[in-house]
């Protein structure tokens, strides 16, 4: 395992990878820090850059955003109070109070060092747990595969906070796209209604792109108004002393490994994401304080909860695609899109298969944090600036590039058409209150979940082997629990809610 | 009356009965115990469930008396329009032209430019379109598309 590790450490550490890994965690720290741009929207961009790329070259480049991206947030979360990414919200809570009482070096490099230890904490937990994790899947039939990928459904539409009922429908529209189009076993045109167009199916990343790129920039758009941002930069002094810095982190080491772990069980739960990780870790570090009051006045915990904890969640997404094919959050959906667009299919086999590219992306994940804290170093000053950019020019440049991404995939207009279609969809979605993760793990996971369902009904017609089947009773006998779960939760929130009116977007 | 979840809950149920009626035109193999019409009769059922739970829910449901922040739709579907647009004249145009257009124009309704402005989105227009075309052409072998009007 470590002697696969290090040869890929030296393979990355050639300029062929290392520069796409150091242009995609500069592209990631910027678009963290664009209050508007997430993680996702920035990989959305990224993505078609790695076509033409050898594909550890492409997902070397796509790690490097994942890990910049979440560590970009902290910068304009802790200097101007607007955290970049949702995963940088609890980061805002203390960040931005030091900062303004004078010490936004000190805010930025606690975060930035606490990102770099929790993120490398993570890494051991991705090493050591994705090759057992995946061995133990290569005992899967599809019978388990099937109540696991219902299990990773059900627990993301159950996590919906705002109506269990809209998330699990909005899981089974997007299991319907993957329905259009010849069916898996035959080829039969399926729900077509006779269109060309249809008759292919839909590719899911072009399905991807154009919800969530739309679904972003639109509901960005109802509320813009023209004119200049009004976003001010504070150009005041970020030097510190880094050691002190560290010793700061590294002294509290209960703090720190809590939210590492915080970090990494969000992460490897499917599609709950960086946010979530953020803002429960800062939420235990305020619980176990011996001074909870002191929070959110711009405390070194608050923000060494909140950052250790987003980075972990990194590596703990990429355990769960890596070993289970399943996008762990947003990010990695799109990712496993661009695995697949480089002839690889994640899931348990692909860690024996392609050990050399599985610890290639060990290797890129752990040297995209010392890249990122050389780059946050050099060019914080830097890219702060290009906050500043009018979203005039940001939007038609993110809207070209997606098109491009959706035309490059097999350099069809079919693949655009389906952006805006799903665009308009998108949109829709944020307007009618219908999460967007459960349709989008339903457009990726759907053709898996119908090919192992018929697969197995194949294999023995018994229905009852999914539930007597040890592995895949207790992944439908989970999906239940969750359901019921999420049914209590949200009967005890729903009170809560009642009260804001407001309509939100639920990304 | 039925509000937002009831509207969303009948176009889904009147999408999913539609699609299920389509289902039924789909052959049955004799060779294999389930055909091509299988998994989409059991995900459309239950979509169809889902979305007749979403419209009861909501009418029985109490509605505060709560009102949504103003937006600016016509920005966003102006936004749609102009994409819709470019994404109609790329196959016509190309990208180079088509791509020229949008971007200028999008910038321009976004932010409307006033004397020396239109020089800069005139510039960001351009740069957009030839480092776009540069860099996925030339560096990462990308073919954008050629226009049938414009033969570029």
Redesign the interface.
Known sequence: MFASLFGSLGDVLHLQYLIPLTIGTLAGLIGGALPGVTITMTIIIVL??T???DPLAGLAAMVGVYVGGESGGLVTASLIGIPGTPSAVATTFDGFPMARRGEPGRAVWLGTWASFIGGLLGAFFLILTTEPLARFALRFGPWEYFSLFIFALAMVAGLTER?L??G??SG??G??VT?IGA?P??A?P??T?GSEFLRGGFQFLPVLIGIFAFAQ??TD????A??RPQVQVQTSSLAVSHLAVIWEILSRPFLLLWSTLIGLWIGVLPAIGGSAANVMAYDQAKKFSKHPEKFGTGIPEGIIAAEASNNANVAGSLVTIMAFGIPGDAVTAVMLGAMIIHGIQPGPLFIVQEPRLAYGIFAAYLLAHPIMIVLQWLLAHVYLRIVQV????L???I???C??GA??LN?T?DN??A??LF??IG?LFV????PLAPFILGVILGDQI?IN??RA??TD?DPWLFITRPISGVMLGLSVLSVALALWQHRRTEARL?ES???DVDF | MLS??G???LA?LGG?LW?LA??RG??H?AL?????????RI??T??AL??A??VV?DLVRRR?A?R??P???G??LL??AI??V??AL??SLGYRVA?FL??GG??AT???PRGRRWGLVLA??LV?TLA?YY??EG???????RGRLSGF
């Not at chain 2, 294999?32 to 989409?40: C, R, S």
């Not at chain 2, 560096?139 to 598309?145: A, N």
């Open positions: 078609p850059f076509f033409g790329l109506s009922l809209k699990f429908l089974a529209l299991l319907i329905v069916d076993i035959m039969v399926r729900l209604m920039i639109m758009l109802e509320h813009m023209r004119g009018s979203k005039a020019i939007i038609p440049l809207l070209v590039l098109v491009i035309y490059a350099n207009m655009v058409y952006l805006l665009g308009v949109y307007k009618f209150g219908f119908e369902l018929v009904i194949m017609a009642a009116a407001e309509p | 937002r979840d509207i969303a809950g889904c999913s699609f389509l289902t789909l052959p193999p294999v115990p389930v055909g091509p019409a299988f998994y989409p995900l459309l239950i979509t889902l979305s739970a979403l829910s505060g709560a949504p922040a937006v600016r739709y920005f966003v936004t749609f994409f819709g470019y994404v790329l196959p791509t949008f971007v999008l910038q976004l932010e409307r960001v227009a957009t776009t860099v996925f560096y990462l072998s990308v073919l954008l598309p």
